[in-house]
C-alpha cells in the first residue's frame, strides 16, 4: 500500500476533484478536509468520499465552480450562501470571519445554507477554538434516523461539534454524530465489502442487519435512544429549519449522484470567551488537568490528534485500490 504525504494526498485529491469540473479553490478546500479526517483516524470522512464527490461532480449535484456569498444582516451574525456548491469552501468562510465578529459583539452565529456534507464536523470547531474562540457547530444531513417508534427515517445523522481553547495547547475538541456511529463508517465498510457491527443499523424493515448495503437502505441506530433522536430533532431545527435550508427529509442523499443538490444546512456559534469571563479560558484548564490527572482518562479528541501527528510524520497508508481509483478519476 502507498504511503502519502500529507500534502500529496492533498494534491492527489485536488487533482481528481479539478479533473472533474471543481474550481482550485474548491478543490484545495476540500482536499484539505477529506485528507485532515484521513490524518485524523476518519476514514468515512475521508478520502473513501473522493469517488462519490466526483460522481456528483460529474451529474451537477454539487457545484465544484460556486463561490459562498457572505452577507452580515445582523452585528452578529453572518449569513452564508453556499449555493449548492461543497460545504467546505462555505465553513471556510465562517471559520475567517466569526472571530471578528465574535471579539466584536461577544457572540456570533453563521448560518450556512444551500450546503452539502461538512465531514469531520470538529475540523471548524477546532479552527475556531485555535483563533481564541469557544465555537459550536450543528449540521444536518440527509434523512437517515426515523423517529422514535417509528421505522421511516425523516431525520439526519446529524454531527454536533464543540471545541474550546486551553492555554499553550491544543483546545478540546467534541465532535459526534447522533446516531451511533456516523454513516460514513457504513459506506466505507460496503466499499472494502466487510460487515458491520450488530447494533449500527437497521433493515428497511426495521430490523438489526450487519449488512452495509441493507443498512444504507435502512436506518441508523441513534445515539442514547429515544435521546438521540430528540437531539437529532434539535439539530434539524437549527441547522436547517433556521438557516432556510432542506430539511433531512427533503435532501437528496450524499452518498450518491442521483437527484438534485441536498441543499441542507449548518449553524455555527462562536462565543468570545473574554466576553463572558477574564478567567474562562484558565478555568477550562483547571477541567481539563482534572480530567487527565485520572489514570486512563483522556479528553475527547486525543486519540485525533495523536493520529494526525503520526501522519504528519510519517505520511497516510491508503490501500492500493483507493489510491488507483482516485488517480483515475
Known sequence: MPTLSVSAAEELVAGALTRNGASADAASSVARAL?????????????????????????????????????????????????????????????????????????????????????????????LANAGQVALLFANTPAAMAPWGGRTAVLGTNPIAFACPLPGRAPIVIDLSLSKVARGNILAARQRGEPIPEGWALDAEGKPTTDPVAALEGTM???????????????????????????????????????????????????????????AVERFAVLAEAIESQDGARLPGARRLALRQEAERRGLVISDPLADEISQL
Do not use: N, W
Open 35 to 127: 485528507v485532515g479526517a484521513e490524518a485524523d483516524g476518519l476514514k468515512g470522512h475521508g478520502l473513501s468520499r473522493v469517488p462519490t464527490y466526483v460522481g456528483q461532480l460529474r451529474a451537477g449535484k454539487v457545484d465544484g465552480r460556486a463561490k459562498p456569498a457572505v452577507t452580515r444582516p445582523k452585528p452578529g451574525v453572518v449569513a452564508i450562501d453556499a449555493a449548492h456548491g461543497f460545504a467546505y469552501p462555505a465553513l471556510d468562510a465562517a471559520v475567517d470571519v466569526l472571530p471578528q465578529v465574535a471579539v466584536e459583539q461577544g457572540i456570533a452565529a453563521a448560518a450556512i445554507r444551500r450546503s452539502h456534507h461538512c465531514g469531520a464536523a470538529g475540523q471548524p470547531v477546532e479552527a
Open 221 to 279: 441506530a441513534p445515539l442514547g435512544d429515544a435521546k438521540g433522536v430528540a437531539l437529532a430533532l434539535m439539530v434539524e431545527l437549527l441547522a436547517a429549519g433556521l438557516t432556510g435550508s432542506r430539511y433531512a427529509g427533503e435532501a437528496s442523499s450524499f452518498l450518491d449522484d442521483k437527484g438534485d443538490p441536498p441543499g441542507t444546512g449548518q449553524l455555527i456559534i462562536a462565543l468570545s470567551p473574554g466576553a463572558l469571563s477574564s478567567s
